[in-house]
């Protein structure tokens, strides 16, 4: 029991280092309930304990979201500075974006684990929030031990490891939607045996309505816009993922491996505006990930802590687009001359892999410490497009292999704390280039680019009282090239060997306020400044006369000043209310444009849109939410839930403002939208019921410019939940 | 201790609030800065405007192109998205390109001198050839992408006041134009009853071009659309290059001539060391015997773009070096073409610079003078060249990163 105690005592002075802060739960494990609950009251919830971290870090608790059918991409919406912007229904491409950061600027982590290349079919859009415990979104500034080249922030999805539970969700909805999910964990005291499983299912037809503009097929004319429904947009995808091995041993906290396979199937509506409809264009994906991990606290010497991760990633992804047709937004189709509707393909992606990291933390008193983390990845892409047999770059690999090692330094006392941190980014890419294209001498060559850079940020908070915390943290941040990035395709779009990382500087500084009054009523309050200098973005060379041969290039430079504030009050367990708004004014601070590999060649031009916001950025955004709790309805231990929420999401330009006539300039209007749920939980919680309308009041949504999200749509979800086996 | 700690909690608590409550109002107004355009200016210009990997056109008008005061877009222009390309045809200037599809759009000045977009019409795919055959109707045609696309041509007729479309055939095969390679077609006229389309032989996969010694121009009835006949001349090389629409202008008899560039810099893989012109008497199905001249053999130096005045004059712009890199459209030199004395003069005025950007040649000529927009190390201006002394003068400033189009909309 003392041991076990001490035991979780290092791991608490440790969380701030997150893989040990996932540990420490593996940890309370060996304790029965209610030591667990003992523990608990002292440290603090695990959100809490997280958020009061030096890092500008949110952290969304998914415990009482269970009921609700929200995927997990939605529920990341309803974080300051964060907008999830979606193309369309169930399965559709999204991008998550923070501060203005967005795509490979932003890392996700699964426990952890970078999942960027986990493939399409394993995404945040496909787990129901069932599967994760928490969710832990970090703003500008990356903890050590999260290794990865993110330049503008990271979420990191942390999954249940209850002991031992079962559960079952089963949701049906709006469009022939329906979801299922399985969980479970089973996990033997005695013997240190455990078992965690999670599958799902997902299908929807996606056949809203959109208003969408219709062109006469044999006209060539535009008819003007009509309400339509969506034809060719239905999504499955289906995953499991399995995790045995053991854990609490002498040798190991937990020796883990397990596997993740995934596969969806999208048929694919619309092209990059509504005003390109496709009837037959089809997209694959296939997952297949093994991993392994291992834990141990207190190797060979106490305080010191080890863990580490492997997985092997193999991800297969078919693109089809070769029917000789054009269809209409009615449903209508002709056949047509070309084939491709979009663009001809019948390509197959193949890409592997290896991606391994260990972390090694070091207690070294009661108020030091100090992390190594080293993280390796090493990709392979190839792909094969039978449309263009004599492609010469079919099935030829592009290599690249990244290493980031990092370094921290962690000084901690009661009212205060400080992190300092070093990075090493590594890269190391190989691929092939045709040389001398076009003379006698031409021949493939194989090209390599070595490139290193560092950096290194602190983060630091204080306690101005026991419920007013304040902090601030700072990082120079990069984010390395990809392999198609830095070599084009290696063939006829050039390569550039001079392509830098993109850069940050990021820096936060807030106020965090969290108080009971009278045991009844809870308040907490944030709010943070937030400052980003982010240049030299890695963009394809701008295309003035669509010369074939552009390579990538970096370009730009933005200045970012935001605010956001968020506050909850929560009275018991009865009733709560939350808020949270973001503004960010993201301006461009490039004075000259270059245009290489252009026509315009010489010299560089004025840029026009100096100093004016950088459009299609939403920068004005509120979420908010209300709930109440009837408890004991209808029966003792039952709870009927009622749970409203709403978005706004101001107007927003999708060029810059200042140019153009102002009525012919296109912009996302102003959106404010409404959810609203009923859910009734019985048996303490062992099944639930709940029904949930979202866009109450079918409001046309929008993300990307005129891709229309679904209307007003409800949904009813089962579930059966079983703590004990 | 404990009270002052509410005291302060309180404070702060109402503070945030007050955060709260005040930041909407500071969002609360756009950043647009109001219409700032004038009514009945004459010339209409396209500004590219690229920033952040991506560009946005805006169609302004100018009162004068040699003011002082730079043409801009802030506050007025008609914005355009995705790549776009601009032709004038009567009073209506054609924009044709878009996001993910291909549009046309008609620019027209309405009754209170603003311009105005007039109807759209959907092209199936991006059209690699638009002219004007009548004073009534522009014909267009679509090529498949590359041989595993599609074996036939898309020809169009589209009124050109209205848009609307007049009719469309499929039937026609891409053959025999793909006997070599795949085409990249460079050009298309209208005259004496046939549509004359230019096009270089042209690897889809790795844009070699195997065949570049000989001019091929293919030979369309309309208003048919049907395949007449292939005709060849190998006195020069092949006609036009790649997407730049620079194959063939018309001159005052309504005849053809066309261009022969076959540059290193304009995304040829070779070249036969010959640059000029031929002439297509109009309605003939070949090129004229009494009619060739090697610009080439007379300057060293390659036609890229150009322009035909009037009276064998032409301006244009020219290659001046072959390893100025591939696709490059570097180091080009403004000079004024005599075509019946075979001669050239060179325009001092205007620096060694680089094509312009947009994909049609941009240059607009009245009252002889030459109005084209230079990029050069300052930035980008409009020179007015004097077609009869071969000087040019330094005009307005344009506030754009190049461009896409210049005309004259009265």
């Known amino acids: 029991m003392k041991i076990h105690f001490r035991l979780t005592t290092w791991a608490l002075l440790a969380t701030t280092t997150l893989p040990l802060a996932a540990q420490s739960e593996g940890d309370s494990l060996m304790l029965d309930d209610q030591e667990l609950e003992a523990i608990e009251v002292v440290a603090k919830s695990k959100a809490r304990k997280l958020q009061e971290q030096a890092y500008a870090i949110s952290v969304i608790d998914l415990k009482n979201r269970y009921t609700a059918a929200s995927p997990l991409n939605k529920v990341l919406n309803t974080v300051t500075s964060v907008r999830v912007r979606e193309d369309g229904g169930v399965g559709s491409n999204y991008t998550f974006a923070m501060n203005g950061f967005s795509g490979n600027q932003v890392k996700f982590f699964l426990d952890g684990i970078p999942m960027d290349n986990f493939g399409s079919s394993f995404n945040l859009a496909n787990f129901s929030a069932n599967i994760a415990e928490r969710v832990e979104v970090y703003k500008g500034v990356l903890p050590v031990s999260l290794g990865a080249d993110a330049l503008g922030g990271a979420v990191n999805i942390v999954t249940r490891v209850n002991a031992n539970y079962l559960e079952a969700t089963y949701s049906v909805g709006s469009f022939n939607t329906h979801k299922v999910s399985l969980a479970g964990a089973y996990t033997n005291t005695g013997t240190g045996f455990t078992f965690r499983a999670n599958a799902f299912f997902n299908y929807s037809d996606n056949d809203y309505k959109v208003y969408a503009p219709i062109v006469d097929l044999s006209t060539g004319r535009s008819l003007g816009d009509a309400w339509v429904k969506r034809f060719n947009d239905a999504y499955y995808s289906a995953g499991l993922k399995m995790e045995t091995g053991v854990i609490a041993k002498p040798w190991a906290d937990q020796l883990l491996v397990g596997v993740i396979l995934s596969g969806n199937d999208k048929h694919i509506q619309t092209g990059a505006t509504m005003d390109a409809v496709y009837g037959r264009v089809k997209s694959r994906s296939y997952s297949l990930i093994p991993t392994l991990r291992y834990k141990k606290t207190n190797l060979f010497t106490p305080g010191l802590d080890l863990s580490l991760y492997a997985t092997y990633n193999v991800v297969n992804t078919y693109n089809v687009d070769t029917a000789a047709v054009d269809y209409n937004w009615l449903g209508e189709s002709v056949p047509s001359t070309s084939r491709g509707e979009g663009y001809l393909t019948d390509a197959l992606i193949k890409e592997r892999q290896w991606q391994a990291n260990a972390n090694l933390n070091y207690l070294i008193d009661d108020h030091q410490s100090v992390t190594l983390n080293h993280i390796v990845t090493s990709m392979d892409h190839k792909q094969n497009d039978r449309e263009y047999p004599e492609y010469s770059m079919n099935d030829r690999s592009q290599y690249l292999t990244k290493n980031i090692t990092g370094l921290g330094y962690q000084l901690r006392y009661d009212r205060w704390n400080v992190n300092v941190f070093g990075k090493m980014y590594f890269l190391y890419s190989s691929s092939h280039k045709l040389i001398d294209q076009f003379l006698a001498s031409e021949h493939w060559e194989q090209v390599k680019e070595r490139k290193h850079n560092f950096g290194y940020g602190a983060a630091a908070t204080y306690f101005l009282f026991p419920f007013l915390q304040a902090k601030v943290s700072f990082e120079q941040a990069y984010r390395m090239p990809e392999a198609i990035e830095m070599f084009g395709d290696g063939f006829i779009q050039k390569s550039n060997p001079d392509l830098n990382p993109e850069n940050s500087k990021n820096l936060n500084i807030g106020l965090a306020f969290d108080k009971r009054f009278n045991e009844d009523h809870h308040v907490m309050a944030e709010t943070n400044y937030i400052y980003r200098h982010t240049k030299d973005f890695i963009f394809k060379g701008v295309s003035l006369t669509s010369d074939p041969t552009m390579s990538y290039d970096n370009v730009g430079k933005a200045i970012t000043h935001g605010v956001e504030a968020s506050l909850r009050y929560e009275y018991k367990r009865q009733f709560h209310i939350a808020g949270n708004l973001t503004y960010q004014d993201i301006t461009d601070r490039e004075r000259t444009t270059r245009t290489t590999d252009s026509y315009v060649e010489q010299g560089s031009s004025e840029n026009t849109s100096y100093g004016q916001r950088m459009p299609n950025i939403p920068y004005f955004f509120v979420n908010a939410e209300a709930g109440y709790n009837f408890h004991n309805v209808f029966a003792r231990g039952n709870t009927l839930s009622l749970e409203y929420s709403c978005d706004y999401v101001y107007k927003y330009y999708l060029s810059f403002a200042g140019l153009g006539r102002p009525t012919s300039k296109k912009y996302i209007p102003t959106q404010f939208s409404h959810n609203a749920s009923l859910s009734y939980l019985m048996g303490d919680g062992k099944y639930s019921v709940a029904l949930e309308c979202t866009n109450l009041t079918n409001e046309k949504l929008y993300d990307n410019y005129r891709l229309q999200k679904p209307g007003r749509a409800f949904n009813v979800k089962f579930r059966v939940y079983l703590p004990k086996m | ?410």
């Open chain 2, 1 to 410: 201790m404990t009270h002052m700690i509410h005291t302060i909690s309180r404070k702060t608590w109402s503070a945030a609030l007050a955060c709260l409550a005040l930041l909407p109002t500071l969002t609360a107004c756009d950043d647009d800065m109001g219409s700032t355009e004038v009514p009945g200016e004459p010339y209409v210009l396209s500004l590219g405007i690229t920033s952040s990997g991506v560009t946005t056109y805006y169609v302004v008008t100018a009162q004068d192109l040699m003011s002082d005061t730079p043409i801009n877009a802030y506050g007025r222009g008609i914005e355009q998205n995705g790549y776009r390309d601009y032709q004038q045809a009567e009073q209506t200037v054609f924009s044709i390109g878009g996001l993910g599809v291909t549009s046309a759009t008609g620019i027209q000045r309405d009754a209170a001198g603003y311009l105005q977009e007039v109807g759209d019409f959907v092209f199936n795919n991006t059209p690699i050839g638009f002219c004007q055959v009548d004073d009534h109707t522009m014909a267009a045609m679509e090529l498949p992408t590359s041989p595993g696309s599609g074996q036939n041509l898309t020809f169009y007729s589209v009124d050109i006041q209205t848009l609307e479309l007049k009719s469309r055939v499929t039937t026609t095969p891409v053959a025999p134009m793909d006997d070599i390679e795949w085409p990249s077609v460079t050009g298309m006229a209208y005259a004496g009853g046939n549509l004359y389309v230019s096009y270089v032989p042209m690897n889809s996969n790795t844009y070699a071009t195997p065949a570049v010694d000989t001019a091929f121009v293919a030979v369309y009835g309309y208003p048919d659309f049907e395949f007449k006949t292939l005709i060849k001349d190998t006195r020069l090389g092949n006609i036009g290059s790649w997407n730049a629409f620079n194959g063939f202008q018309l001159d005052e008899n309504g005849d053809i001539i066309a261009m022969s560039n076959t540059s290193l810099t304009n995304g040829f893989s070779q070249t036969n060391g010959k640059s000029g012109f031929l002439k297509i008497r109009a309605g003939e199905t070949h090129f004229d015997e009494d009619y060739f001249f090697d610009y080439e053999a007379l300057t060293g130096y390659k036609v890229a773009h150009w322009l035909y005045l009037g009276n064998g004059k032409v301006y244009a712009e020219v290659s001046t070096n072959q390893s100025a890199g591939a696709w490059s459209d570097a180091e080009d030199l403004s000079v004024i073409i005599d075509l019946n004395e075979q001669s050239h003069t060179v325009i001092q005025e205007i620096p060694l610079h680089s094509g312009q950007g947009g994909r049609r040649f941009v240059a607009y000529a009245e009252n002889g003078y030459v109005y084209a927009p230079i990029t050069t190390s300052e930035g980008v201006y409009i020179y007015r060249v004097d077609i009869a002394s071969g000087t040019a003068v330094r005009g307005a400033r344009i506030s754009a990163t190049f461009v896409g189009g210049l005309f004259r909309l009265d």
